[in-house]
């Protein structure tokens, strides 16, 4: 394991990475931790923040480029920009299902998913992991 490839990136890869992994140790940590209480609202909020930040991060990275200078995984960038603000709107009217639906889909889909494919080999988070 070597952090050489992640370090060498650009300034977005290593924003969106970072920022990936601290909503996968967040959104670990809401999926364990007492619902409803202050705590949770408040990381879930910055969980919500932090999605939306690699979400958006990533419509600056074009390392695959399937249509024009992106991807398919830019589709699951538009899903999560619409998903996590209607995810805590439900939190706020009380619709604790859809609510929790939501984000658990969220974090299956577009954390573990979506972080899965970044170990293909030839991506950073593979050099990173298995080394070059």
């Known amino acids: 394991m070597t952090l050489d ?7 977005m890869i290593v924003a969106h990475t970072l920022a990936a992994l601290a909503a996968l140790a967040l959104g670990a940590l809401q999926l364990i931790l007492p619902k409803g209480t202050g705590l949770h609202r408040g990381l879930g909020s910055v969980w919500v923040i932090l999605m ?7 419509f600056w990275i074009h390392t695959m480029q399937v249509i024009g200078p992106f991807s398919p995984i830019h ?14 709107y439900y939190a706020q009217t009380g619709q604790v299902t859809a609510h929790r639906r939501t984000m658990q889909q969220l974090f299956a ?10 170990l293909w080999p030839g991506r950073i988070m593979h050099q990173v992991v298995f080394g070059p």
């Open 5 to 11: 490839p992640l370090l060498s990136a650009s300034p």
């Open 52 to 58: 939306l930040v690699v979400a958006a991060s990533s």
């Open 75 to 88: 589709v699951l960038s538009i899903i999560v920009l619409i998903s996590a603000p209607l995810g805590l």
């Open 109 to 118: 889909i577009a954390l573990i998913g979506a972080g899965l494919f970044t």
